[in-house]
């Protein structure tokens, strides 16, 4: 009797320690969260802060947002633009203001006149235009009292052109978003100019989704990543060597979806060969008008290259149809007439310069402002 007794006593206590082990499986299976598979492309939404448990976990609903930063707004980046101009691009109107002053303009004097804008990168068309129209006009008027930095003023701004249509199209239609499409050879300043110019847009009070299709430089990704999360902008990448063309269709996939105002798809620019990189610019192209169409192509040059930034320039051109020039490193050059070159170059007007390394230092081209520190 007290045998069977003993393995009564047996029998329940396994019982019991079973249905303890049960409850505490299923307890460990509420409290964690199923595992999904990784996406082909991620989306990197602004950080959140949390407030945690007492457990040490992490709370459902956020108690404060990250401290976002605020962007200079566009209406004092044109005076930056001419402050900043001044320094670097006023030798070469000081250069052309003291030959044209000289009592007598000699055709050595003349000479130095063409030696000085080809210097400047003006290029040799702009440059026989111009000392023709100045060479006319001081024999013309030589007899009054003229104004060699009046006329000098008014034909620089004649080759600027100031009636070019330099707004960018950042606005879709039919509530689609605008899609600018950002092309150049890498070190340019390509990545940077889309960071900036996302701070631009967010000034205006307009929101944007970045794409990150230049795949092949992590560099690049995690740059734009860095530059979208300060200002709130959401930024679509992929994995490291992933097709460029299938980041920006799902960039423009979640500006459409989000019912943004504005997409900036940042591309590769390696120049190994043209047919490779008009391949891989087209099918980026090609892809992403499924979604959207595009409203801008903004072509990125280094001020500082000088002709070799022209023969790249050539090679997008003929590539995509490049609807705009943003010039980087403006600041640092003192060839200012680049803005001359490369647009009779490629028929289409510089929207955007590069004014430094700082994060707001993106501003509107202006012909005006630009001829203005020119001549100091």
Known sequence: MDYLGDWLYLIIGIAVVGVLMLVGLLAGRRGKAPSVPSAGTDVIAPPRTEAPTEAGTPAEAPIEEPTLEKPEGTASRPVRLRQRLAGSQGTLGRGLLALLSRDRLDEDTWESIEDTLLTADIGVAPTTQLVERLRSRLRVEGGQDIDARAVLREELLELVDPTMDRRLQVSGADGKPGVVLVVGVNGAGKTTTVGKLARILVAENLTVTLGAADTFRAAAVEQLATR?????????????????????????????????????????????????????????????????????????????????????????????????????????SAKGGIVVAVQRELGVPVKLVGLGEGADDLAPFDAGAFVDALLG
């Open 228 to 332: 979208g999360e300060r200002v709130g902008v959401e930024v679509v990448r992929g994995p490291e060597g992933s097709d460029p063309a299938s980041v920006a269709f799902e960039a423009v996939k979640q500006g459409v979806e989000h019912g943004v105002d504005t997409v900036l798809v940042d591309t590769a620019g390696r120049l190994q060969n043209k047919a490779g990189l008009m391949d891989e610019l087209g099918k980026v192209k090609r892809v992403i008008e499924k979604q959207a169409p595009v409203t801008e192509v903004l072509l990125v040059l280094d001020a500082t290259t000088g002709q070799n930034g022209m023969i790249r320039a050539r090679v997008f051109s003929e590539i995509v149809d490049v609807t705009g020039i943003v010039l980087t490193k403006l600041d640092g």
